[in-house]
Each structure stands twice: as structure tokens, then as C-alpha cells.
């Protein structure tokens, strides 16, 4: 099986060979960046869920009366643990894709760069619906609480994120189903599909889903200070 290489994908890895260093330089030095990111937002998750855990075994205590404010307690940091895992979602995809970016460009061996390629597809497929679904979560956490929250933004980001999802999720799926994740009975149909995975194609595609990624966490990230808020109001109530 051969990789079915196009005059673009042999002009890119010509492209990439020349500047190997350097993009191995800057991705390596983001990604130990984002990693670093990665694990503070880990933190914050795991802040949640242990006062959600708290909550819990306060309210098998409690009496009656004093069951609501702990309620709304609880409910505010389950709120505040959809933020953060959202943020976390945004933060993973990133990395995953520069991973990949990284894999694709110091790779010079053609069946390595084809596993590389369907796996950043079927990345992207995943990542892309966890996305949709953790952002629809907050818009509607927005829409209950902060009704006065200007959302504009985030929904006009994250409708990016779903056109670009729809538009791709033929091609995304049909990789992740037939070569994949899973494999097609018909080994001509997974050979047609692998040697027709190209270079310039996968890089495209990983270079558009970034700029949604970049866009939506610096549209999620202020929503961190609304999660603060809700806090402050549920530990504001007396029991």
C-alpha cells in the first residue's frame, strides 16, 4: 500500500524539512506551555469535584431545613466544574493537534505519517462533538444565572465550531469508521481511503480546527470569573 502523494503534499514536506528545527522549537515550547495550563485546570477540576463530594456527605447529615442552602452550594460547584471542564476539553484539543502537528512534520516515514493523519481526523471528530456539547452546557448556565452576560461572542465562536464540524464530519467520519477507530470489511475500501490521505489536506484541516480551538478559549476563559460569582452567591446565603 502506497501513499498516493500529490505535487503539494511533496512541495510541503520539502517545506517542513527545511524549517524542521524551528517548528519542533516553537511546538515544543508550546506545548510544554499548554501543559503546564493543562494541569492547573486539572486542579481547578478536581477542586470541584471534591466540594461537590463534601456537599455530598454533608447534605446524608443535615436537617431539612438547612438542606436547600447546601443544595445551592453543591449546584454551584457543579457549575463551576462544567467550566473548568470545558476550558479543559478547549485545552486538550490544542494539544492533541499540535501533538499531531508535531508527529507530521518530524515524521519522514510515509505509513507513520498515514497512522498520524487518521488519528488526528478522528481526534478532531471526537474533540469537536465534546466541545459542542460542553458549550452548549455553558450557554445555558449563562442564560439561568447571568442572563446579562454578553454571550455574543462565545455562541458566534462556538457556531463557527459547529459549521466547521458539519462540514467535515463526512470526511471525519468516514476515516474514523473505515480505517480507524473501526475497520471496513472491504480491505480495497480501507486501502483506497489510506493511500488518499494527504499530507497538505490533514495539515489544512489541523490548522483550521486551531483557530476555532484559539478562539473559543480565549471566548471561554473569561466565563472562569462567572463561576466565581455564582460561588460567592450560594456561600452568601445563610442556613
Given at each position: 500500500?502506497?501513499?498516493?502523494?500529490?505535487?503539494?503534499?511533496?512541495?510541503?514536506?520539502?517545506?517542513?524539512?527545511?524549517?524542521?528545527?524551528?517548528?519542533?522549537?516553537?511546538?515544543?515550547?508550546?506545548?510544554?506551555?499548554?501543559?503546564?495550563?493543562?494541569?492547573?485546570?486539572?486542579?481547578?477540576?478536581?477542586?470541584?469535584?471534591?466540594?461537590?463530594?463534601?456537599?455530598?456527605?454533608?447534605?446524608?447529615?443535615?436537617?431539612?431545613?438547612?438542606?436547600?442552602?447546601?443544595?445551592?452550594?453543591?449546584?454551584?460547584?457543579?457549575?463551576?466544574?462544567?467550566?473548568?471542564?470545558?476550558?479543559?476539553?478547549?485545552?486538550?484539543?490544542?494539544?492533541?493537534?499540535?501533538?499531531y502537528t508535531k508527529a507530521l512534520t518530524l515524521d519522514s516515514d510515509n505509513w507513520e505519517?498515514?497512522?498520524?493523519?487518521?488519528?488526528?481526523?478522528?481526534?478532531?471528530?471526537?474533540?469537536?462533538?465534546?466541545?459542542?456539547?460542553?458549550?452548549?452546557?455553558?450557554?445555558?448556565?449563562?442564560?439561568?444565572?447571568?442572563?446579562?452576560?454578553?454571550?455574543?461572542?462565545?455562541?458566534?465562536?462556538?457556531?463557527?465550531?459547529?459549521?466547521?464540524?458539519?462540514?467535515?464530519?463526512?470526511?471525519?467520519?468516514?476515516?474514523?469508521?473505515?480505517?480507524?477507530?473501526?475497520?471496513?470489511?472491504?480491505?480495497?475500501?480501507?486501502?483506497?481511503?489510506?493511500?488518499?490521505?494527504?499530507?497538505?489536506?490533514?495539515?489544512?484541516?489541523?490548522?483550521?480546527?486551531?483557530?476555532?480551538?484559539?478562539?473559543?478559549?480565549?471566548?471561554?476563559?473569561?466565563?472562569?470569573?462567572?463561576?466565581?460569582?455564582?460561588?460567592?452567591n450560594a456561600f452568601s446565603e445563610r442556613m
Amino acid at each position: 500500500m502506497k501513499n498516493k502523494k500529490s505535487p503539494l503534499d511533496i512541495f510541503l514536506q520539502k517545506r517542513i524539512a527545511e524549517n524542521k528545527e524551528i517548528l519542533k522549537h516553537n511546538l515544543d515550547s508550546s506545548l510544554q506551555e499548554e501543559q503546564s495550563c493543562l494541569e492547573e485546570i486539572v486542579k481547578g477540576i478536581n477542586h470541584c469535584k471534591s466540594n461537590i463530594e463534601i456537599c455530598n456527605k454533608a447534605l446524608d447529615k443535615i436537617s431539612i431545613p438547612n438542606m436547600t442552602v447546601l443544595k445551592s452550594k453543591k449546584e454551584a460547584f457543579k457549575d463551576n466544574l462544567a467550566i473548568w471542564n470545558t476550558i479543559g476539553h478547549v485545552q486538550m484539543a490544542s494539544i492533541e493537534m499540535k501533538r499531531y502537528t508535531k508527529a507530521l512534520t518530524l515524521d519522514s516515514d510515509n505509513w507513520e505519517r498515514q497512522n498520524n493523519i487518521k488519528s488526528a481526523y478522528t481526534a478532531i471528530y471526537e474533540t469537536s462533538k465534546n466541545l459542542i456539547d460542553s458549550t452548549g452546557k455553558l450557554i445555558a448556565f449563562l442564560n439561568e444565572k447571568f442572563p446579562k452576560y454578553d454571550i455574543s461572542l462565545f455562541k458566534e465562536v462556538r457556531k463557527k465550531l459547529a459549521k466547521f464540524r458539519e462540514d467535515k464530519t463526512e470526511t471525519l467520519k468516514r476515516v474514523r469508521n473505515k480505517i480507524d477507530a473501526h475497520r471496513d470489511k472491504d480491505v480495497c475500501v480501507q486501502i483506497e481511503i489510506s493511500e488518499n490521505l494527504h499530507l497538505v489536506d490533514a495539515v489544512q484541516l489541523i490548522i483550521d480546527y486551531m483557530t476555532i480551538i484559539n478562539e473559543l478559549g480565549t471566548a471561554v476563559s473569561p466565563i472562569k470569573q462567572m463561576g466565581i460569582e455564582r460561588l460567592q452567591n450560594a456561600f452568601s446565603e445563610r442556613m
